[in-house]
């Protein structure tokens, strides 16, 4: 009886993980990869230049990187796509990362 409970248990958490859909048509499996995808995408951007921790988005949908964001200079830019591109699972990337120079601050009289 507890055999038969065992299976029945493991052949339904199967068919969820494996069949289900989430809210934007993904499939449990591709919502996963997806995360883990952000989060290795955003750890090897950040690997190359710490603060695009807080300038840059990455969001991923189906193995598409899409990056957000502003960052100092085209170089930034230009090693930010190359980073994602650079993660193994990336599929393609997307970028709309602006190039804004930060201002300088105006100094009190």
């Not at 199967?14 to 989430?22: D, E, F």
Request: hydrophobic share 45%.
């Amino acid at each position: 009886m507890k055999a038969m409970a065992a299976l029945s248990l493991v052949v339904m958490i199967a068919s969820l993980a494996t069949g289900c859909q989430t809210l934007t048509g993904r499939s449990a499996k591709e919502h996963f990869n997806d995360k883990w995808l952000t989060h290795e995408t955003k750890a090897t951007i950040v690997a190359r230049n710490a603060s695009a921790l807080t300038a840059v988005d990455v969001d991923v949908n189906r193995g598409v990187v899409y990056l957000t964001g502003t960052v100092p200079t085209a170089e930034h830019k230009a090693r930010a796509e190359q980073a994602a591109r650079g993660v193994n699972g990336v599929r393609d990337v997307v970028s709309h990362l602006e190039v804004r120079q930060a201002r300088p601050s105006s100094a009190p009289r």
